[in-house]
T-cell receptor, first 124, second 109 residues
């Protein structure tokens, strides 16, 4: 059974750094892109970026390029989403997603499995 | 960037009725690379439809997707109590790779 298990809720202060995780199981970790999706309070979903664990290649949404870093540790089948300097506007629910490749464009495909979500609160 | 606009924002129907949800794209969606998801509070979203019209594994056949180009539709033929949720569409073929609609809330009338 495919599972994406995310780390727990976080409460941080503006200016702090943070890394949240998503551990995958039930499939060949290095063969599927994994991505992150943000949902701000009362808002819709926003794609942030994806990483291919096989070679650590990554793609970012222009809106999130330079704002976050997505990385992977193949040894423990885990993908990370990292901030160096948090802002109050980073308060949101973050989902990790597995991408099922479809299409010729590199990194295109639909999200066939989702993690349970991690609530991040950034407040002074 | 492709913008997806879903309508209506909220749809109020009764169990047993037919639901028709719309997703309109600002530009043509490459090769109908459009998916639909169901999202219930406190749960992870669930993939329903991919490639505009293909049902995901385990999805009941009362869910169907159709459309191409800029206009796509999710139809639930006969609503069950467990179908009341938020539904959102997702295009995955064009720059910037992935965009989502804002969602349609399907509520019990």
């Amino acid at each position: 059974e495919v599972q994406l298990v995310q780390s727990g809720a976080e409460v941080k202060k503006p200016g702090e750094s943070m890394k949240i995780s998503c551990q995958a199981s039930g499939y060949s970790f290095t063969n599927y892109w994994i991505g992150w999706v943000r949902q701000m309070p009362g808002k819709g979903l926003e794609w942030m970026g994806i990483v291919y664990p096989g070679d650590s290649d990554s793609r970012y949404s222009p809106s999130f390029q330079g704002q976050v870093t997505i990385s992977t540790d193949k040894s423990i089948s885990t993908v990370y989403l990292q901030w160096s300097t948090l802002k109050a506007s980073d308060t949101a629910l973050y989902y990790c997603v597995r991408l099922y490749r479809q299409g010729a464009v590199f990194g295109s495909g639909y999200f066939d499995y989702w993690g349970q979500g991690a609530l991040v609160t950034v407040s002074s | 960037e492709i913008v997806l606009t879903q309508s209506p924002g909220t749809l109020s129907l009764s169990p047993g009725e037919r639901a028709t949800l719309s997703c309109r794209a600002s530009q043509s969606v490459t090769s109908s690379y459009l998916a639909w998801y169901q999202h219930k509070p406190g749960q992870a979203p669930r993939l329903l439809i991919y490639g505009a019209s293909s049902r995901a594994t385990g999805i009941p056949d009362r869910f169907s997707g159709s459309g191409s180009g800029t206009d796509f539709t999710l139809t639930i033929s006969r609503l069950e109590p467990e179908d009341f949720a938020v539904y959102f569409c997702h295009q995955y073929g064009s720059s910037p790779l992935h965009t989502f609609g804002q969602g349609t809330k399907l509520e019990i009338k």
